[in-house]
């Protein structure tokens, strides 16, 4: 099955810098891969996502590249915002699985003022 | 608009016992999704349904372990002779389909504690 290793599991910002994550996979049949959010006490929310027929994605101040060669999918967050702080997870999922998302570890993302 | 609820938000059971956790998804969304977090760790997968048939059953632990969809909406994960390894959240997401287009919509999750 898949495996989806995802690091740093911590990151600590100041405010405005940039933060990227990265995450890769084991399983060539996937092809989508969401990021997601989760503040303390909440359930995990959707960011952004990304398909294998596309290389980069932007969405304002986020944005996500993968490489499929490689197996590899990135998160960068630009202009960091101290309510940029939460736990971000990556994702993999296959056509043939699709409702079944394998998640990293996820990483501890603090900007600090 | 009303997103997924999850209850009871906070179990706490003694080893041994039964519990049920309940879903409600999203009206309207046909898929339904249970995952199991534990501290530190991503979300892993338990099973999901599409209607009121579970699609994939394969992430559930062992046969203590089963979920129900009877009328295609709420859903209810029950967990017998609980033990301490179940302590976890439990997370239960809905999307409008299972197709490619079907972003998983999570709860705010169930938080088990087995004593």
């Known amino acids: 099955g898949e495996n989806v290793e995802q690091h740093p599991s911590t990151l600590s910002v100041q405010e405005g810098d940039s933060a990227v994550i990265k995450c890769t996979y084991s399983?060539?049949?996937?092809?989508?891969f969401p990021w997601y959010k989760q503040e303390l006490g909440k359930g995990p929310q959707l960011i952004i996502d990304?398909?294998?027929?596309?290389g980069e994605k932007k969405d304002q101040r986020i944005a996500v590249t993968l490489n499929k060669t490689a197996k590899h999918f990135s998160l960068h967050i630009t202009e960091t915002q101290p309510e940029d702080s939460a736990v971000y997870f990556c994702?993999?999922?296959?056509?043939?699985?699709?409702?079944?998302?394998?998640f990293g570890a996820g990483t501890q993302v603090v900007v600090t003022p | 608009g009303a997103g997924v609820s999850q209850t009871p938000s906070n179990k706490v059971t003694e080893k041994g016992k039964y519990v049920e956790l309940r879903c409600d998804p999203i009206?309207?969304?046909?898929?339904l999704y249970w995952y199991r977090q534990s501290l530190g760790q991503g979300p892993e997968f338990l099973i999901y349904?599409?209607?009121?048939?579970?699609?994939?059953d394969s992430g559930l632990p062992n046969d203590r372990f089963f979920a129900v969809r009877p009328e295609g909406s709420v859903s209810t994960l029950k967990i017998q002779r609980t033990e301490r390894g179940d302590s976890a959240v439990y997370l239960c997401?809905?999307?409008?389909?299972?197709?490619?287009?079907?972003?998983?919509?999570f709860g705010p999750g169930t938080r088990l504690t087995v004593l």
């Open positions: 009206s309207g969304h046909t898929a």
């Open positions: 349904f599409q209607g009121t048939g579970a699609a994939d």
């Open positions: 990304i398909r294998s027929n596309v």
């Open positions: 997401a809905s999307s409008l389909t299972l197709q490619r287009e079907g972003e998983q919509f």
């Open positions: 994702a993999a999922t296959a056509t043939d699985s699709w409702g079944k998302l394998q």
């Open positions: 399983d060539s049949a996937s092809n989508y």
